[in-house]
């Protein structure tokens, strides 16, 4: 699946050239010229990465940067400032900008700084190896799951269960081969306990919980994971 950004530009000759540089690496790219727009759009959470021009109609990029971060979205987000705007750099990473980048820039630099930012966790530390299923991205090494690109409380119990069904996509899981994988070998519980914690997982991650697509019951045998 190629990556998807979000370029919130308004001067169109700018913004066409970000589009033709970055389809051209094979990102899917969506284009809004509206800060408020692109304030809704953002929180949707479709998105990998967004390119925010700092000054904007309807809302300026630093105060689209404060407001998604301030409802919890995580989506990388690099700042396009123009010559001379060097204090609201440094706004802009106080307030939850990834990284900034200076007009006018070459195509090079720019890919750079997409994949540097890319490549990275949003705390800093390089990501471990990710699953994608529908809305949801999973980082085992972080132990991390995100949805929409906010992050889903999942404990700890949920979080062994939905690795192991990562680690048997497309098979079959038994109520015991479960059991064994999440509480261990030497538990004494009941296939209740299954069932209880499966539920608050399909609860945290599927679309429409109660007919779920990602954790799917096979009648008489167990589970399997169609993400
Ligand atoms: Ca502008």
């Not at 497309?170 to 479960?178: K, N, P, S």
Request: proline share 4%; charged share 35%; aromatic share 4%.
């Amino acid at each position: 699946m190629n990556e998807r950004i979000l370029v919130v530009e308004d001067e169109p000759t700018i913004a066409t050239g970000l589009r033709d540089d970055l389809e051209l690496e094979a990102f899917s790219v969506e284009v809004v010229d509206d800060g408020r727009e692109a304030l809704d759009r953002i929180l949707e959470g479709q998105y990998d990465l967004v390119l925010l021009d700092l000054m904007l109609p309807g809302m300026d990029g630093l105060e689209v940067c404060r407001r998604a971060r301030s409802k919890g979205l995580r989506t990388p987000i690099i700042m396009l400032t123009a010559k001379g705007q060097e204090v609201d750099k440094v706004v802009g990473l106080e307030i939850g900008a990834d990284d900034y980048i200076t007009k006018p820039f070459s195509r090079r630099e720019l890919l750079a700084r997409i994949k540097a930012v890319l490549r990275r966790a949003p705390d800093g530390r390089e990501p471990g190896a990710l699953h994608r299923f529908g809305d949801v991205t999973v980082d085992v090494g972080r132990c991390e799951v995100t949805r929409r690109g906010r992050v889903v409380d999942l404990t700890a119990v949920e979080f062994k269960l939905l690795r192991a069904f990562l680690d048997h996509r497309g098979q079959v899981l038994t109520i015991d081969e479960l059991l064994r994988e999440v509480w261990g070998p030497d538990a004494v519980l009941t296939d209740r306990v299954v069932y209880t914690h499966v539920n608050h997982l399909r609860n945290k991650l599927e679309e429409d919980p109660r007919k779920p697509r990602l954790i799917v019951g096979v009648r008489g045998l167990g589970y399997r994971f169609d993400g």
